[in-house]
């Protein structure tokens, strides 16, 4: 089975800029995570979901990014307008709960802003 | 505080050795505890998880969990040069918390053949 599927795997872009990162989580499983990791601040949940229902933001870091789950299969974090300091790397992670909410990680997209 | 506290490190240890990495947290509510390694330029790789107090082993890692004491602990027998990575320590708060993992900043491992 395929693991957690995220592109692109790179992005350069300039400041003012929107970005889209991909997500498709592993078959089944019903939770959904994006994280951003950074050397400063390390790795940080911004959102997640539940049967592709939004189940806490809080880490989302202001209103420039927004993230949705249109169906179980696909996931998107959208930042707009985007800011040197979003420059990170960015995870998506799967889990199916029932089990022990042990989490999947996707390769990651790094993220650089200009 | 922290949520989750991992010595930054890195730790050093000979080839052969064993390795032990910590972790504390602080919700008492917790349910579920995660080693997780991570290779430069690479995602978190998920290698143990302990949901009891005791001890759990599989292979040469061996997880602890001391829910009274908060704390978590994961060793490594035999390390080899191919453990030297960043080990993440994450803990599930649960029903409580929302399923939501909490990660600590990680331990850098290096093992010197």
């Known amino acids: 089975d395929a693991g957690v599927i995220q592109s692109p795997r790179h992005e350069v872009t300039e400041m003012g800029q929107e970005v889209t990162l991909r997500c498709k989580p592993i078959s089944g499983h019903d939770y959904l995570f994006w994280y951003r990791q950074t050397m400063m601040r390390g790795l940080e949940l911004l959102i997640y979901?539940?049967?592709?229902?939004?189940?806490?933001d809080s880490g989302m870091p202001e209103d420039r990014f927004s993230a949705k789950m249109p169906n179980a299969s696909f996931s998107t974090l959208k930042i707009q307008p985007s800011e040197p300091r979003d420059s990170a790397v960015y995870f998506c992670?799967?889990?199916?709960?029932?089990?022990?909410?042990?989490?999947?990680f996707g390769p990651g997209t790094r993220l650089t802003v200009l | 505080q922290k949520e989750v506290e991992q010595n930054s490190g890195p730790l050093s240890v000979p080839e052969g050795a064993i390795a032990s990495l910590n972790c504390t947290y602080s919700?008492?509510?917790?349910?579920?505890f995660f080693w997780y390694r991570q290779y430069s330029g690479k995602s978190p790789e998920l290698i143990m998880s302990i949901y009891s107090n005791g001890d759990k082993e599989d292979g040469r890692f061996t997880a602890q969990l001391n829910k009274a004491s908060q704390y978590v602990s994961l060793l490594i027998r035999d390390s080899q040069p191919s453990d030297s990575a960043t080990y993440l320590c994450?803990?599930?708060?649960?029903?409580?918390?929302?399923?939501?993992?909490?990660f600590g900043a990680g331990t850098r491992l290096f093992v010197k053949a």
């Open positions: 992670a799967s889990s199916l709960m029932g089990g022990n909410n042990e989490q999947f």
């Open positions: 979901f539940n049967n592709n229902v939004p189940i806490d």
């Open positions: 994450a803990v599930n708060m649960g029903n409580t918390g929302g399923f939501k993992t909490i």
């Open positions: 919700d008492r509510g917790s349910q579920s």
